[in-house]
C-alpha cells in the first residue's frame, strides 16, 4: 500500500478476497466464515475502519459482483430500492426525489460526491453507525428491511434494525437485500435536517427528521414521526416528543415543546465532534425547524 | 495471493498482477505509473486520490483493485487532448487556480465528472461537485472560477 502521507497509526490489512455473483453465495460465504468476513460494496466505511484496525476481517466478500441489486422501482404499494443502489443514483433519482424527497435529500447529505458514486444504501444501513444518515428520515417513513439468509427471507422494520453502534440486526449468513417504503398517506411530508449544515463529508454531529401527515385542511396533525440521530446508540423514536404534536392543531408552542422533549429523549455522548449538552440543545433547534418545514411542505 | 486485473485506463487495456488489498491507487501510481494520481489522506476525505471510474469521481485509495476489474479509468493524465490542454486545464491556469498542485489532478476530474453530465452548471452546484476535494492552498475562489469559465464558453 503507498505510505505517502500516511500516519504510522495505519494498518496495512492483508485478507482473502472473495467475490459473490448471487446474494445466495454471500450469504452461504457468510455462513461459512461468519464473524471472521465481511461484505464490501463501496469501501467508504469498511476500509477506513480496516485500516484504523478497528475491524480485522480474514475474508473480504465483494457483493457489488452481484447484478440486479441496486435497482430503485415504485408500484402502487410504494418504493422498493436494492440494497447495492448507490446513494448517487439515490439523490438524483427523479422517482425518488419527487415522491420520497426526503429519502433524496438525506442521501446527498452523505459524504461527498466521490463516496456517494460508489457507496449504498446497504452500506449506509449495515455499517449501522448512530450517525447514519440514511436511517432517520427512512424510520420516519415506516420503511423496512427486507433480508436474506440460508433460512430464507424475512422483513424487519428498520426501527427494529439496530441493536447498537455498528450492530446491525443480521443473523450469522444474512444479508440486507432490499428497503421498501410504503406510500404515505395524503399531506405528508419529511424533512431530515442534518448538523453540521451543508458541509461535506462530515459525519452527522446531530440528525433530525420529522414526517408531518395533515388533514385535508392543512390545519391539524394527524400523525407524525420523529426520529433522531447521533444522539444515541442507535437511531431513535422521540416518541414522547411524537405525542405532543399528534392529533393536534398545528400550534408554534406545541411544536417549542415537542422539540424540547425531544431533546430530553435523546442520549448523545460527549465526543470531538460536540459535547452531549450542546447535542441536547442542537436537537431541540433541528427539531423545531424540521417539524416547522415538513408541516410548510406538507 | 495476487491475482489478475484487467482494466482501462486513460483509454489502453491494462492488466496488473496484484494482491487482492491493493486499492486502484496503489495499481495506478505503483503498478501503471499514473504518478499523476496523487495519495493524500487515504480515507476518503480530501480527493487527492479522485480518478473518473466509468465516468464518475472515485476515490481511488477506498476501491480496492479487484473491484476495478473491467472497469474503464481516467487520470489527469488521460485528460489532455490531441489538440492540447483540456479546457478545464487551461482555465485553471488562466485562472491561478493551481498553487502547489496537489489538489489539482482531483479538482479537474471531479470538475470534469460534473462538466461531463451539466455542461452549465450554477456556482453552487461547481461547489457541491468539488466538496470531497480539499485544497489547502487557493480557498477554492480561483477554482469555482476556473470551472464556470469552462461552462459559461458554451458547447
Redesign the interface.
Known sequence: MNTAGLGSQWRHPKFEYLEARTVEEACSLLSQYKDKAKLIAGGTDLLVSMRRGKITPLYVINVKTIPNLDYIHYDGDGLRIGALATLSEIESSPLIRDRFPIIADSAHQIGTPQVRNVGTIGGNLCNAAPSADMAPPLIGLGAKAKLKGPKGERAVALEEFFTGPGEPRLQIGEMLIEIQASNPPPHTQGIYLKLPARTAIDLAVVGVAAVVTLDTKGANIVDTKIVLGAVAPTPIRARQAENVIRGKTINDGLIEEAAQIAAEEAKPISDVRGSASYRKEMVKVLTKGAIRQAIASA | ?K?KIKLKVNGAPCEVFV?????L??VL??EIGFTGVK???????C?AC?VL?DG????S????A??AQGKEIITIEGVEGEEGLHPLQQAFVEHFAVQCGFCTPGMIL?AK?LLDKNPHPTEEEVR??L??NLCRCTGYVKIVEAVLAVSKKGD
Open positions: 495471493m491475482q494482491e487482492p488489498w491493493k486499492t491507487l496503489d501510481r505503483d495519495s493524500g489522506c487515504e480515507e476518503g476525505e480527493g479522485t471510474v464518475k469521481a472515485v476515490n485509495c477506498l476501491m480496492l479487484p473491484q471531479s465528472a457541491v461537485a466538496c470531497g
